[in-house]
């Protein structure tokens, strides 16, 4: 059993900083990939930032610049580091992770939290 607990969310203003944690515990051998995605009212869940076992990093378009993706390996966490938030990055954020467990490979998913910028 994996699970994946994401922190960090909440109210800022337009122009502030949020940082997203995302640890993983649980029966975990090994984490490939991981990524954030986000999900805003009405509209589909979006990939916003992912990064391999390497540490090589993606962005979507509307986040290059200022959202920062990084991971602890050793403490199996992953990180999205958000600047300069604008009204339409309001989203739940997912956090999402390829992990070997004692039974197989498998995609796992955190409960999300949420991120309201609002003035």
């Known amino acids: 059993q994996v699970q994946l607990v994401e922190s960090g969310g909440g109210l800022v203003q337009p122009g502030g900083s949020l940082r997203l944690s995302c640890a993983a515990s649980g029966s975990i051998i090994s984490v490939n990939a991981m990524a954030w995605y986000r999900q805003a009212p009405g509209k589909e869940r979006e990939l916003v930032a992912s990064i391999t076992s390497s540490s090589t990093t993606d962005y979507v378009d509307s986040v290059k610049g200022r959202f920062t993706i990084s991971r602890d390996k050793a403490k199996n966490t992953l990180y999205l580091q958000m600047n300069s938030l604008k009204p339409e990055d309001t989203a739940v954020y997912y956090c999402?992770?390829?992990?070997?467990?004692?039974?197989?490979?498998?995609?796992?998913w955190g409960q999300g939290t949420q991120v309201t910028v609002s003035s």
């Open positions: 999402n992770a390829h992990v070997l467990s004692l039974l197989a490979w498998g995609d796992y």
